[in-house]
């Protein structure tokens, strides 16, 4: 069984909402993540996020699309309770799951979840709301674990503007990174930190990539060639993350990958593929990952937990890409790249 890198999560966040006990993860049942369920499909590690406070969605249906409006943007102060809430619960699960579980800091330990020694977790921020200005609480929470950081969520913050959901819709949808923005990335690459731009909007993608501190990762994302949707990466996206030697994990969500935006869970895993595909032909099978997204979107019916990655996997064979190939998107790019980001 090959081994299976996953560049996005929601478990940490799904757990928490259903205030789970801290060993929930060892349950089979209680997430699409769970340490069975990554055993049964090869997870070796990932990156799981923790989201601070999002609000109530109001979804607007449009003539063929819809629309999410930003959710309004929370304080320092409160997105820091809610992220440290969500931490304690992340140190709390460690503990009862004792080597089942265990927290990615550097390229070291990955090899020791990619050798079968326990499930990865690279602790990840989506929306970098509970850090301040002053970058101080950056520096706690590298201390803490944190080895992966998306700027923003969909919304606007103190350091950039999150592209909203909407389809159909191109990501240039408003400013990009503030100066404390700017502060923000570089700092992430003098500690190490990989910067995630999932959810950045346009202006902001380009900001970061002038930046040119560290590769261009794009965590959970599709082709907006392929689905014309507010989240995907346009062509001159896909071709700067593989200039910077960077990648894009492929997103499972349905509606990311259907041509109509549809929420459909009828969609065959075949779409994983031809999205994979696009890249790969496009900037190189070295650019291509991962980023399900589970427990955080509509998956394919095919693939609804972590147990049935190599189904993903049969289907990028099936897509024509060789067994070396497969090896790549499953888990060597994301090695590769993320132990760049950390050194």
């Not at 999002?54 to 992220?83: C, H, L, M, N």
């Not at 965590?219 to 071709?239: A, F, I, K, P, W």
């Not at 997103?251 to 990958?257: C, E, I, K, R, T």
Request: proline share 5%.
């Amino acid at each position: 069984m090959r081994p299976v890198i996953d560049g996005h999560n929601d478990v940490l966040s799904h757990l928490h909402e259903e205030d789970a006990p801290d060993g929930a993860i060892l349950d089979e049942e209680a997430a699409a993540i769970t340490v069975p369920r990554a055993r049964e499909g090869g997870l070796a590690a990932g990156m799981f996020a923790v989201l601070p406070p999002t609000g109530e969605w109001d979804v607007q249906r449009t003539s063929g699309g819809y629309e999410i409006p930003y959710s309004p943007s929370v304080g320092w102060e409160e997105s820091a309770r809610t992220i440290g809430a969500l931490g304690a619960r992340l140190f709390r699960l460690l503990d009862a799951a004792g080597g089942e579980v265990r927290l990615i800091r550097d390229a070291a330990d990955l090899d020791t979840c990619l050798a079968g020694d326990g499930l990865g977790v690279v602790f990840h921020f989506e929306g970098a709301e509970p850090i301040d200005t002053d970058l101080d609480a950056l520096e706690v929470w590298y201390a803490a674990g944190l080895r992966s950081l998306g700027i923003v969520w969909s919304r606007a913050n103190a350091f950039a503007s999150g592209v909203p959901f909407k389809f159909p819709s191109t990501p240039d949808t408003g400013p990009g990174l503030t100066d404390d923005g700017r502060r923000l990335v570089k700092r992430c690459a003098e500690l190490g930190i990989a910067v995630d731009l999932s959810h950045l909007n346009a202006a902001g993608f380009w900001d970061v990539a002038r930046i040119d501190a560290a590769p261009l990762i794009a965590s959970h994302s599709g082709v907006y060639e392929l689905c014309t949707y507010s989240r995907n990466l346009m062509n001159d996206q896909l071709d700067a993350i593989a200039s910077s030697g960077g990648l894009v994990g492929i997103n499972f969500d349905v509606g990311s990958l259907r041509a109509d935006g549809g929420d459909d869970a009828d969609t065959p895993l075949s779409r994983i593929a031809e999205h994979a595909r696009y890249v790969a032909d496009r900037c190189g099978v070295d650019h291509v990952a991962l980023g399900s997204d589970f427990d955080g979107a509509t998956m394919p019916a095919e693939i609804p937990h972590a147990g049935a990655y190599q189904g993903v996997l049969a289907a990028l064979e099936a897509a024509g890409f060789a067994s070396h190939e497969v090896d790549q998107i499953a888990w060597r790019n994301w090695r590769r790249v993320l132990a760049a980001a950390w050194s």
